[in-house]
């Protein structure tokens, strides 16, 4: 069977308020001890699939589940256990039999999570839901998570239903969307203490080597492949590209509202505000792509990605500067400045929490789910007797003449189908490098706008290539992709350049050294631009990616 559900994180400040909130009515309090398998190689989480033997109240229950067909939908097959035994017979002659049977390892416990679980039911017009409200924690050998969830299951109804509640105790109480299950974090977990397990205790390096393992635990999520196919319409193709991006920036934005760390461990970091924002502006593209194959998304949606955009980008000049920019200044010789900057008015981790931030992640993760199609184009108006209609016929003794008969014709030929998606996202794709190419050309007479325009452009087509890849040829493909890929780095060096241009410029009377910086960023702007002038020169002459 499958269910769909919505996982957001309750944040230790809410804790009381939620707990409080889902006892006032009819309540039921179950405790729940769960012990998830695999073999030492993650066959099955490699497989997507997660196994589990789970003692709920007095009974035991042996549970796998798989990803379903969506983000809010899983594949959930549940067998009553007389005990603590996994029977992996149960799965014979099922869809699942096949890569149970592939499993080359030894099943064990990889980790296992102790919860407390207040459920109970809520109605709303679009259906009922149950909430159950996880506290506890996730344990995977010496190392443990907290557990703090409110799920959102769907009993009966549409799915709209589910959005509709989860809406109303996100803004109460400023949950956070949190796309991870409890498998995915107990596999992590897993991973990280075996790691951490394995240093040698009286290695000089070992501190150092520690700190890394952690660090990489909470990396930032970047771009992932999307798998399209021609049997795809354009609103299904959408979906998935949509649900590729939101997953994303979700992940990245759970790591910056510190889900798991709050007040411990700083785990959120400017690489996570750049992923985001790259989340961002794929989900950008992709509308520009699909553009006029799909219903535009809602306003909220559309003018919440520009808002929310905008203020993770507000540190992000900073943190180019102090981090890109700055030390290449300083192993070039120039003399270090001390500044007093000043502290952001509002942090990455305040915006990711927020409940504005939230709020448009749900509306853009209910959007995806359905992707519309178009509205078709509005018929003329008739009416049986309005102004513009001609008057009925009549007869010489004053009768209404009887009602012309209009005849249908049938073409010889019928009407030719849609498109393939292959065609056209590849015909797009060719207009899109027609423009960046022709422009490109020009690129040592452009001005700083028109550059930063032709950036945004590449960007684009950068983005829309790795929607469309899995349609496209892959040996023309890998080429023009490699070219692409310098074109957009120089543009980035240099509008990186740019803006710290600017500010060193804005320092010079209090700070004299900054014109070292000055002058070493005009000699290398010189030197990209015409650096990147070539790169456009090949581009344009690519070979074609898109026949």
């Not at 409080?20 to 998830?36: G, K, M, P, S």
């Not at 998935?240 to 760390?261: H, K, P, Y």
């Not at 509306?363 to 018929?379: G, H, N, Y």
């Not at 702007?525 to 002459?541: I, M, S």
Request: aromatic letters at 6%.
């Amino acid at each position: 069977m499958s269910e769909q559900e919505l996982k957001l994180h309750v944040p230790a400040a809410a804790r009381r308020p939620v707990q409080d909130e889902v006892r006032q009515r009819d309540a039921t309090r179950i405790r729940l001890h769960a012990l998830y398998f695999d073999t030492p190689a993650r066959e099955l989480a490699r497989a997507r699939i997660a196994l589990r033997l789970r003692q709920e109240g007095r009974e035991w229950v042996q549970t796998l589940k798989m990803p379903g067909a969506d983000a809010i939908t899983r594949v959930e097959i549940n067998h009553p256990r007389p005990g603590p035994v996994l029977d992996l017979s149960v799965y014979a002659g099922t869809e699942v039999e096949a890569p149970l049977a592939a499993i080359k390892g030894e099943l064990g416990l990889r980790y296992e999570t102790d919860v407390q679980r207040l459920v109970r039911k809520v109605r709303s017009r679009q259906g009922t839901v149950e909430l159950a409200y996880d506290t506890g924690i996730l344990r995977a050998g010496a190392l443990e998570l907290p557990i703090s969830e409110l799920e959102f299951e769907l009993v009966s109804g549409r799915p709209a239903a589910i959005f509709a509640v989860a809406r109303r105790w996100q803004q109460r109480h400023g949950l956070v969307l949190d796309a991870r299950s409890k498998s995915e974090r107990g596999d992590a977990l897993a991973s990280l203490a075996r790691e951490l397990a394995a240093l040698e205790p009286a290695a000089p390096d070992t501190e150092a080597r520690r700190a890394t393992i952690i660090a990489r635990f909470w990396a930032p999520r970047g771009a992932a492949p999307v798998k399209l196919d021609d049997s795809l319409d354009a609103p299904a193709a959408m979906s998935r590209v949509a649900a590729e991006c939101l997953d994303q920036i979700a992940r990245n934005a759970a790591v910056l509202a510190e889900v798991d760390t709050l007040g411990v461990y700083p785990a959120g970091n400017s690489e996570h505000v750049h992923q985001l924002r790259v989340g961002m502006r794929r989900l950008r593209s992709a509308w520009r792509l699909f553009d006029g194959w799909i219903a535009p998304p809602p306003d909220a949606v559309l003018q919440g990605v520009r808002t929310h955009f905008g203020a993770f980008g507000q540190n992000r000049d900073q943190d180019v500067l102090n981090e890109s920019v700055t030390p290449a200044l300083l192993r070039a010789g120039m003399p270090v400045l001390s500044f007093d900057t000043p502290p952001p008015d509002i942090d990455s981790q305040a915006i990711a929490a927020s409940a504005g931030f939230q709020g448009w992640l749900l509306d853009a993760l209910e959007w995806s789910l359905a992707v519309q199609p178009p509205a078709p184009a509005s018929a003329p108006e008739t009416t049986a007797m309005s102004e513009h209609a001609p008057e009925p016929a009549m007869r010489l003794d004053g009768t209404a003449a009887p009602s012309p008969v209009t005849p249908t014709i049938i073409p010889l030929a019928a009407e030719p189908g849609p498109q393939p998606l292959r065609k056209l996202l590849a015909n797009r794709l060719h207009r899109w490098h027609s423009k960046v190419a022709a422009q490109g050309k020009r690129f040592r007479t452009l001005d700083i706008p028109a550059r930063h325009d032709l950036r945004k452009r590449g960007k684009r087509l950068r983005y829309g290539l790795s929607f469309a890849e899995s349609l496209l040829p892959q040996a023309r493909l890998r080429g023009y992709r490699k070219q692409l890929a310098e074109v957009q780095d120089l543009l980035g060096e240099i509008n990186d350049l740019a803006m710290a241009k600017d500010y060193y410029q804005a320092c010079t009377e209090e700070h004299p050294q900054a014109w070292f910086a000055l002058g070493w960023i005009s000699a290398r702007l010189d030197k990209l631009t015409a650096e990147a002038q070539q790169a456009f020169d090949r581009l344009a002459a690519a070979r074609p990616f898109w026949k």
